[in-house]
């Protein structure tokens, strides 16, 4: 079993900047790609960002070239937000599979944080 655990989010103005990070504990040894997705009220759950073990990445359209995700040791991975609008408000979620690609789908993601709260707003 993985346990993940977030850290960060919170309020932003609009434009401004905000770091997510997740680390994982316990059988952290067999997860490939950490990643962040988000759900915002009465939307589905969406990808954000991916990493892999190998460095390869994936990014959801709505925020390439404003977030970064980093994985910063075998069991850490965070996410650097800038420029943010109002409409990247949501609940967001760190995930981690162990899967031996960098899947974009949710539901091939077997563990999950129980979510930070990021809100945008002026």
């Known amino acids: 079993q993985v346990h993940l655990v977030e850290s960060g989010g919170g309020f932003a103005q609009p434009g401004g900047s905000l770091k997510l990070s997740c680390t994982a504990s316990g059988n952290f040894f067999s997860i490939n790609s950490m990643g962040w997705f988000r759900q915002a009220p009465g939307k589905e759950r969406e990808l954000v960002a991916s990493i892999s073990n190998g460095g390869s990445t994936n990014y959801g359209d709505s925020v390439k070239g404003r977030f970064t995700i980093s994985r910063d040791s075998a069991n850490t991975v965070s996410l650097q937000m800038n420029s943010l609008k109002p409409e990247d408000t949501a609940v967001y979620y760190c995930?981690?599979?162990?899967?031996?690609?960098?899947?974009?789908?949710?539901?091939?993601?077997?563990?999950w944080g129980q979510g930070t709260q990021v809100t945008v707003s002026s």
């Open positions: 995930a981690a599979t162990t899967v031996d690609y960098n899947p974009i789908e949710s539901y091939k993601y077997d563990y």
